[in-house]
């Protein structure tokens, strides 16, 4: 009941400052409909620019398998796509890693498949390819199954030609964000960083209102008024990050995917890592101009390298792409947009354990260090 009690006087403090709380919400849907309506040019497919774009792919050239693939590349030719035949597979594969190019292809001639690796950098192109490479495939064994019955019609059709007959439906067309949901994504993750300063706030607070040495005298246990502290916060921020996604949604159309609890679950983990990390902070840093200093560094340097302005793959800087993963962002953002773009769960585990490595850390260094602390 005492942590309860605790955790009621937290929540009132932080709504009775409704210029906060209308702060917290407001920046980041003003960020989402400026970025959004700023950068929307940027995420248009139509609007990238191809001639850039280099394909290394592996074909012998002998067998009609691989001749038709021969002539069905050059279509790309004409859109201005690069493509090279490249013998050693190895090589091949860490060319694309170290994104000198888009993605490989594979040629296997007696299986009659083509096998396709991609680099996440280049994903519209990579993804346009690997379409029209189902188109490819597709026709391909549409002319099979005509010289399995009627050799005759073949005169009429060739892997040279238009592919109209054959087409590719995709039942889900959402496959890559528009500016809207991309920002509506980044600024979200971008507004709940800055919850390391709700944290310090809990933690500084009582100095301020002079409420510090009574509260320690109380029958109040330390670790009750600590753990009372952190999970106010963390509803204060909850309610924030909630109100921030539910008017996205249904105002701005932000597209948050059809797995939401995945996505609830992943920003739940980046409020409690950033709570512990503001609530250490409050408490191992004393003078205020320092803490407030380091937040209005650390915090923009965090969301530019986790890709919260701009994609940080397209500066194509090997450095700088290393450098990102120091930011807890970068592997929020990037599991976030693998669920919701690509139903991939394989980062989501990362992120998650990033939040929570953080989170243990600065919670057991500050409640180790606010069990210590005297009545002045």
Known sequence: MKILSIIIKELKHNFRDKHLISIMILFPLLLIVILGAAFSGGFDGESLDLNNTRVIYHSDEKGEFSKGFSEFIKRFNDMGMTFENIDDKENALELVKNDYYACYIEIDEPNKQIKLYKNNRYNFEAGLIEGVLGTFVQRYNVISEIAKTNTSALKKISLKGDTSFVKVEFIDKKKSPRAIDYYGITMLT???????????????????????????????????????????????SMFQMLI??????????????????????????????????????????????????????????????????????????KALNLISNISPIKWINKSIFSVIYANDYRYVKTAIMVNVSIALVFFILSSLIFMRKEVA
């Open 244 to 317: 921030v996604m539910i008017f996205s949604k249904k105002v701005f159309n932000v597209y948050f995917g059809n797995d939401i609890s995945i996505v609830l679950v992943i920003l739940c983990s980046q409020i409690i890592m950033s709570i512990c990390l503001g609530v250490g902070i409050g408490i191992m840093i004393k003078r205020d101009e320092i803490v407030n200093g380091f937040m209005n560094v650390i915090i923009p340097v965090m969301v530019f390298l986790g890709g919260g302005y701009v994609p940080i793959e397209q500066y194509n800087i």
């Open 190 to 236: 971008m507004i709940i960083m800055y919850s390391i300063m709700t944290g310090t706030e809990t933690i500084k607070m009582e100095e301020i209102i002079k409420t510090e040495n009574r509260l320690y005298v109380s029958p109040t246990r330390k670790y009750n008024v600590f753990i009372g502290k952190v999970l106010g916060v963390f509803l204060v």
